[in-house]
Structure formats: structure tokens, C-alpha cells
């Protein structure tokens, strides 16, 4: 069997943890040589053995961030196919009660960062044959909840952002993708779903009747770095497993 990703070169963000260590390596295994990016501090190089892995410790808000990682992805593998904007951060405050502190760094990351990084990685994309561009948005872009102000903005942001260059860069064959995941368990939403409680009700919710896990969100994110999603660009694709189906 022939590997999805064979000889391809890929960045994913937030890769220490969750979705993006998932995607890193899902990626790996499917034959891409990966740069797996996530913030100092966390630990990234024990987080990944596989030898197609090449670890950075870099915050992706930092002024030259995204050009530095694109650099150091092109440096290493001498091409870059595939780019995953999969870094995010939740900040949970009433509207007014929100600080510019937390609303700002919401933006910064989920959104301004992503921009930043895929607008760095386009002249690489265009020079490749199956150029991808993927981020992680949220059932959040298009619904909401009490104090996700910040990040409800972000993540539509992130999805206007993809239809967006993908109708822009369509002519050079690169396609634009976000992933809308639901209640998955992560980094993000350890800390609300190790009340066994909360876990329960937000499994209930789907109608898969389960939690997500980062796996869930790594295959949709392999699909469309494959050859399998060609011919799909600036499409949302929901992976809740039916958590939005009845609200």
C-alpha cells in the first residue's frame, strides 16, 4: 500500500500536544517529512520519535515567527507542500468582562499567526504540485456560547480567512481547508473534561454519543492534505462527530 504523503514536506503547529502531535505524526507515518512547531517550554523534542519528525521550539506570535518556521521547514526538506495552522488558545470571559489582553492574544494566535504563517508559506506552495493549506477552526465559527467572544471571532475569522485564499490561490493549484471539530479532548479541554460530569453531558450531545480525540481530527486533517481532497478547497469540514446536528 502506497503511502498518502510519500515525499512530502509539511509544518504543523501546536504540535506538542493533542491534534497537532497527532497530526504530526499521523503525517509521519504516512511518509511527510514534518516540522512539528509548538511554543518554548514544551517539552516538543520528547514529544515525537518518529525519525520523519524534526522538532521547533518557536511562539508564533513573536514578530518574524511565521517566516522563521517556513524558513527553517524549506532549510530542512528543500520544499514545503502541506502547512497545518493547528496552534490555538481559548480564552473564557464574558463579553464585558474580557480584557485587551485576552482578547488580543486570542486573535493573535488563532487567527493573526495563521495568516502570518500561510501568507510566508505561499511562494513555497506555489512551487508545489499538491500545495495544501489547512487550519484547525472550530463548530465555534459558526455557533457560540457564553464567553467565547474572542475566540468565537477567531475561529470565523479562520474560516473566512480559508474561503478567501482559497478562491485566490485556486489558480496555482493549492487548496485552502479548515476543520471544524467539536468536544475533543485535548490540552484545551482537559481541565473542563476531567469533571466527569461535563464530560458526560458534551458526549451526550453528539450523536456519535462519545468525546472526540485528536486522532479524530488528525485523519480529517490527513484527507485533506492528501491527493484524496484534490479537488476540495474552501470547504469547512465539521468533525463533531453530529454534536451540531441538534443545536
Same mark, same amino acid.
Given at each position: 500500500?502506497?503511502?498518502?504523503?510519500?515525499?512530502?514536506?509539511?509544518?504543523?503547529?501546536?504540535?506538542?500536544?493533542?491534534?497537532?502531535?497527532?497530526?504530526?505524526?499521523?503525517?509521519?507515518?504516512?511518509?511527510?517529512? @514534518?516540522?512539528? @512547531?509548538?511554543?518554548?517550554?514544551?517539552?516538543?523534542?520528547?514529544?515525537?520519535?518518529?525519525?520523519?519528525?524534526?522538532?521547533?521550539?518557536?511562539?508564533?506570535?513573536?514578530?518574524?515567527?511565521?517566516?522563521?518556521?517556513?524558513?527553517?521547514?524549506?532549510?530542512?526538506?528543500?520544499?514545503?507542500?502541506?502547512?497545518?495552522?493547528?496552534?490555538?488558545?481559548?480564552?473564557?470571559?464574558?463579553?464585558?468582562?474580557?480584557?485587551?489582553?485576552?482578547?488580543?492574544?486570542?486573535?493573535?494566535?488563532?487567527?493573526?499567526?495563521?495568516?502570518?504563517?500561510?501568507?510566508?508559506?505561499?511562494?513555497?506552495?506555489?512551487?508545489?504540485?499538491?500545495?495544501?493549506?489547512?487550519?484547525?477552526?472550530?463548530?465555534?465559527?459558526?455557533?457560540?456560547?457564553?464567553?467565547?467572544?474572542?475566540?468565537?471571532?477567531?475561529?470565523?475569522?479562520?474560516?473566512?480567512?480559508?474561503?478567501?485564499?482559497?478562491?485566490?490561490?485556486?489558480?496555482?493549484?493549492?487548496?485552502?481547508?479548515?476543520?471544524?471539530?467539536?468536544?475533543?479532548?485535548?490540552?484545551?479541554?482537559?481541565?473542563?473534561?476531567?469533571?466527569?460530569?461535563?464530560?458526560?453531558?458534551?458526549?451526550?450531545?453528539?450523536?456519535?454519543?462519545?468525546?472526540?480525540?485528536?486522532?479524530?481530527?488528525?485523519?480529517?486533517?490527513?484527507?485533506?492534505?492528501?491527493?484524496?481532497?484534490?479537488? @476540495?478547497?474552501?470547504?469547512?469540514?465539521?468533525?463533531?462527530?453530529?454534536?451540531?446536528?441538534?443545536?
Amino acid at each position: 500500500m502506497s503511502l498518502r504523503l510519500e515525499g512530502r514536506a509539511a509544518i504543523v503547529t501546536g504540535a506538542a500536544s493533542g491534534i497537532g502531535q497527532a497530526t504530526a505524526d499521523l503525517f509521519a507515518r504516512e511518509g511527510a517529512m @514534518v516540522l512539528a @512547531v509548538d511554543r518554548p517550554g514544551t517539552d516538543i523534542a520528547s514529544k515525537h520519535e518518529h525519525s520523519y519528525v524534526t522538532t521547533m521550539e518557536q511562539d508564533i506570535v513573536e514578530a518574524g515567527a511565521a517566516e522563521k518556521i517556513v524558513d527553517a521547514a524549506v532549510s530542512k526538506f528543500g520544499k514545503l507542500d502541506i502547512v497545518y495552522n493547528n496552534a490555538g488558545v481559548s480564552r473564557n470571559a464574558l463579553g464585558e468582562m474580557m480584557t485587551d489582553e485576552e482578547w488580543d492574544i486570542t486573535i493573535a494566535v488563532n487567527l493573526t499567526a495563521a495568516f502570518k504563517i500561510a501568507r510566508a508559506a505561499i511562494p513555497h506552495l506555489r512551487e508545489s504540485k499538491a500545495g495544501r493549506i489547512i487550519s484547525t477552526a472550530s463548530v465555534m465559527a459558526r455557533m457560540t456560547d457564553y464567553g467565547l467572544t474572542a475566540y468565537c471571532a477567531s475561529k470565523a475569522g479562520v474560516a473566512g480567512m480559508t474561503r478567501t485564499l482559497a478562491l485566490e490561490l485556486g489558480k496555482f493549484g493549492i487548496t485552502v481547508n479548515c476543520i471544524e471539530p467539536g468536544a475533543i479532548q485535548t490540552g484545551m479541554t482537559a481541565a473542563s473534561f476531567a469533571n466527569e460530569d461535563i464530560a458526560k453531558i458534551w458526549a451526550k450531545k453528539a450523536a456519535l454519543r462519545r468525546l472526540g480525540n485528536p486522532i479524530d481530527i488528525a485523519r480529517a486533517a490527513l484527507f485533506l492534505a492528501s491527493d484524496d481532497a484534490g479537488f @476540495v478547497s474552501g470547504h469547512s469540514l465539521t468533525v463533531d462527530g453530529g454534536l451540531t446536528l441538534r443545536t
